[in-house]
């Protein structure tokens, strides 16, 4: 159960407030409604009796902060070499509304991002799933929305540059070893 002024994650939309606990009747049934005051001033409802059950969580603490920002640093996982398959293990991560699943995908998306470009729609799901980590990291830190993203932007950044490094120097070996190449520091003057 939760209160007036709770901050909780509602999986799919992100992190809002709880605003009211209502009493409404609609389509001829009466339920408890908890009003959920989202990121844009946008108002959800969400019957209290179901709230757990469609994943509806208290954001995280501190300590799951520092681990959603270790994931964010990790080495990018194996991804799926179909875009169909990769799309649906993706949408599947974000529907569950695990914090470090999202952040899995908003690592992994930007990533591909970097190397090689999204699709249309996996721009867009990079944008959901972001907007959604930092909508629960305001609230956790109590930081301004741009301070959260530029703390995800360079997470991301540091963690791709330190992966390009990891695999481009195995190939580099490789190339040398093949086209070895000798700096003798001597140049021919003519």
Request: no cysteine; proline share 3%.
């Amino acid at each position: 159960m939760f209160n007036v002024g709770d901050h909780i994650v509602y999986p799919m939309h992100g992190a809002g407030v709880i605003d009211a606990i209502e009493e409404k009747e609609i389509l001829g049934e009466k339920q408890t409604y908890y009003i959920l005051k989202m990121p844009g001033e946008v108002k959800v409802m969400v019957p209290t009796s179901k709230a757990e059950s469609i994943g509806v969580r208290n954001i995280i603490d501190k300590t799951s902060v520092d681990k959603v920002f270790q994931v964010l640093q990790d080495d990018k996982a194996e991804e799926t070499v179909s875009w169909n398959k990769r799309y649906r293990d993706n949408m599947d991560k974000i529907k569950s509304g695990d914090i470090y699943e999202v952040a899995d995908v908003v690592r992994n998306l930007s990533f591909k991002q970097k190397e090689k470009g999204l699709s249309t729609g996996e721009k867009k799901m990079l944008s959901n799933a972001k907007q959604i980590l930092v909508s629960e990291l305001v609230l956790a830190e109590n930081m301004s929305q741009d301070e959260v993203e530029g703390l995800i932007d360079n997470k991301i950044s540091t963690s791709f540059k330190s992966f390009e490094l990891d695999h481009i120097e195995p190939v580099q070996n490789i190339v040398n070893k093949f086209i070895p190449y000798e700096d003798t520091g001597t140049t021919n003057n003519v």
